[in-house]
């Protein structure tokens, strides 16, 4: 399992927090909140920490100002900063506590939405399904913000649409990835050809899909073409049945083609690679009987630089 602290790398260029920032000591506007010096320098060591990268101080800063000052009018600018701190040292449990406080009192809150959604992803593809639940409430709350056609809350306009396709590449398939572990394989289906459309670069989105078509729509017609007799099996309502089994037979070769493909160079995701090459080559099998011929040749189609020398999306 990848630790969620590698979320950080997923995280570059996006404004988690917007309205953040060190609080100056000096005299406060009549019309503002009012906070002390005292919350000032809490709030402050927080913040140089959070700036400097230094996690566990983040940590430990921001506990202190919460227990300290749990009704400050900064409480709201620290709690997202700890929430981070939080998934990117692996202390989920309290990642998911804090970002339910943030969330409930801002609700339309992408980053945190979409952090969380992207903690939760993390922990699922490590076994740990604990958070699929808010996980799947997280990403499809982001993803309609998102369909506003603007910038998220704390986006500058010019830096979303740099963002914007892994972005909504990977709220898509976590929402995908949620609904597949509930075994609610088309609409997880629907969730990851989404993901594919905006980011065609991750191999976990053409293997999910091809997964969940194996156990949804092959199983469900698989099942139903075993239980003919031989005598159906031979006349035309089996063989409609069977040609639609072999059309999805088909589907799942591309999508596992698409991940050897995509994945075969990534010395991280060989263990996908291997799994994703053998249920090909079964498959495969199926339909060409019992060979490979032709098997390289349709992965090498789907690869990266054959795609772009042959200007596909």
């Known amino acids: ?24 000591r000096g005299v406060q506007a009549p019309a503002q909140p009012q906070y002390t010096r005292e919350e000032a320098d809490a709030y402050n060591a927080l913040y140089r920490a959070y700036e400097a990268g230094k996690l566990e101080e983040v940590v430990q800063a921001g506990e202190a100002f919460l227990a300290q000052f749990p009704n400050s009018v900064l409480a709201p600018r620290a709690k997202p900063i700890l929430v981070l701190a939080y998934v990117q040292t692996n202390r989920l449990e309290k990642a998911f506590n804090m970002g339910r406080e943030v969330l409930s009192a801002d609700p339309n809150n992408f980053s945190i939405l979409y952090v969380l959604a992207l903690a939760a992803v993390t922990a699922s593809k490590g076994r740990d399904t604990r958070f699929d639940a808010d996980g799947l409430t997280y990403a499809t709350r982001a993803l309609e ?7 998220p809350m704390g986006f500058a306009p010019q830096l979303w649409e740099q963002q914007k396709n892994k972005i909504l590449g990977a709220l898509h398939q976590a929402a995908g990835l949620f609904l597949y572990n509930k075994a609610d394989y088309d609409p997880a289906i629907e969730h990851l050809k989404k993901s594919a459309e905006w980011d065609p670069s991750d191999p976990v989105t053409f293997y999910l899909i091809g997964e969940a078509l194996k156990l949804g729509k092959y199983a469900k ?26 059309e999805v037979v088909d589907q799942m070769i591309e999508m596992y083609a698409r991940t050897v493909a995509i994945s075969e160079a990534n010395t991280s995701l060989q263990a996908l690679n291997q799994e994703a090459r053998k249920i090909l080559e079964s498959f495969y099998r199926y339909r060409h009987n019992d060979t490979t011929e032709g098997m390289e040749e349709l992965i090498k189609k789907y690869k990266p630089s054959a795609q772009t020398s042959a200007g596909s999306p």
């Open 145 to 151: 913000l998102a369909s506003a056609g603007t910038a």
């Open 221 to 246: 017609l698989r099942e139903s073409y075993d239980k003919l007799t031989p005598e159906e099996k031979v006349a035309e309502a089996g063989k409609q049945l069977l040609q639609r089994v072999d």
């Open 1 to 24: 399992m990848r630790k969620v602290a590698s979320l950080a790398a997923s995280l570059l260029c996006v404004t988690l927090i917007a309205g953040v920032g060190r609080i100056a």
